[in-house]
DNA sequence: GTCTCGATCTAGACTATGTCTAATGGTGTG
DNA sequence: CACACCATTAGACATAGTCTAGATCGAGAC
């Protein structure tokens, strides 16, 4: 794909909003700007020692969050216990599968909003719509948490 | 407010949804089903605890999640960190105020939605818009992470 | 009343996520 | 080279949440 944005280098893209690369950093936005997969910080600490071993978690962590302050990232509040950063930056909306935890992007328009009114004396800066669900077919009971084991006897 | 919901006492409406009473549940239901402070389980323990000194914390996880399975409460994954709680098991819509922190319920038909499509081979169980924005009149910078200090040096 | 059984409650160990700190190392400028 | 600045590191720390093993409670059987 050469859409004008992925054909830049991950440096120079770094660069452009003010970053100053280094190994670390271009490891890391390797694989954090590229997936659709919307890791935690752990997840992606993991997956980019895979193939660049000299790396610590304080640096994975200030990283993405240097990444989201300078809007490479946002951070998404929705799985249970733990942050996740998506670098689709544009709006859109989230599908949450309760079976597994996947977080599925939906495109902007897939939801025609006619309306919406914040409470009073409180100004809106962006808003999402959060979908819960599962694949079709499956019944989707007891959703998991934490283990695997039910968590109410 | 005799509305035919709260009229009746707690320990009936746990019995109604099949939940065997306790001191204990008795305790954690008086606050966490008639707040609209959207509180963490570590909050909740913290409050009950003021007027009900013998609860221990993992009594408190088991009977907040008890409530959930039994439809008394509903989890919301929005506020960083933790899971929160909200005894408003009819749907609504959230707004979070970024610089608080604070949950602010919004009325279903706040938002006017004329169409929405989850992806495809998934199921729609059900949703909620997630608007995120601050009090009118502040500019809300920096998010609060944590700690109250900057997390990007 | 007392015995028994299952449900509930408890303290504390444990795991996971995330932040902070103090020290180390690399790079550019003079 | 020396200095200053910034990135990086390991590990300590903080907090949310789960798990376990044992204590305790309460209701029915006798």
Redesign the pocket.
Known sequence: MSNGVTERTVSERLQGHG??A????VAVAEYALRTTDHP????VWAKVRESFP??????????L??FVAKGLLRPLVIA?????FDPNVEPHHHFVDEETGEIHDVPWDAVAIRSIEPPRDFELRDYQVIMRGSRRGRPARARP?????S?V?
Do not use: H, P
């Open positions: 970053i100053q280094s190994a670390q950093r935690s910080a752990d997840v000299f790396l610590s978690r304080a640096t994975v962590y200030n990283t969050n240097l249970e216990g733990r942050v996740v948490r934490g283990s695997s084991r968590s006897k």
